[in-house]
């Protein structure tokens, strides 16, 4: 499928994880809505009142689970609802709004030459913290040394697959480090993984990140 010319109906879904958004979960799926055809949005224990926030909308699917059980394991089962569905590509982006959804036609668009391609926030180092500086470009290091594939930003969540793909890439991890291990199963199947550039994009939100966990889950991933 030629994606040159992008338009909405071209059998795209977008795979949304959330925990505790309610302030921003109507919107983000919503603007999500208008470069998609569907919606896939999974409640990974969230305590407020988020899942009363999702749409009415027969293009959103809400996938929910009592307990938080982490990013990666939301994740998983948002490309199983989609490769279920079969959809020709899968769109994955955060409910904070650090991914801007009218950037998710440059994403396809890129597919034309990848089977994932992933938004690159290093070119715009101003507006980053310096911590996630520093955790982006050594975990892209190293990751890069480990795929013998040049990888940008490995922690933006801001991705597009081809959905064929994504079966045999699902991560087993469940927490952050996912993300880094959807890397290395693509890089062992010859997947071929490009960058777009987008803006960074933080607020005023409290990371969700659990530290200790994720540098543990990304040793892992390196030792795999």
């Not at 993984?193 to 987008?198: P, T």
């Amino acid at each position: 499928m030629s994606l040159n010319n992008y338009s909405k109906k071209n059998n795209i879904c977008a795979v949304i994880p959330f925990y505790n958004e309610s302030k921003n979960i109507e919107d983000i799926i919503k603007n999500t809505l208008n470069y998609v055809d569907f919606v896939i949005a999974v409640n990974d224990g969230s305590t407020d009142d988020s899942c009363s926030k999702i749409p009415h909308d027969k293009n959103i699917f809400l996938i929910t689970y009592p307990d938080n059980r982490g990013k990666g394991f939301a994740l998983n089962q948002g490309f199983k609802e989609s490769i279920s569905r079969q959809f020709e590509i899968t769109i994955t982006l955060d409910a904070d709004f650090q991914h801007s959804p009218k950037l998710i036609p440059d994403l396809i668009n890129a597919l034309n030459s990848f089977d994932i391609v992933i938004g690159n926030r290093l070119t715009d180092f101003q507006k980053m913290p310096m911590h996630r500086i520093a955790s982006n470009k050594l975990t892209s290091f190293f990751l890069s040394l480990k795929t013998r594939q040049k990888l940008l930003d490995t922690q933006c969540g801001f991705r597009a697959y081809k959905t064929k793909i994504l079966e045999s890439i699902l991560p087993s991890n469940n927490g952050f480090d996912a993300e880094s291990q959807i890397l290395v199963n693509a890089a062992r199947h010859n997947y071929k993984i490009g960058f777009v550039k987008i803006p960074t994009i933080y607020g005023n939100e409290k990371s969700k990140m659990k530290s200790l966990q994720t540098i543990a889950g990304f040793i892992k991933v390196m030792l795999s």
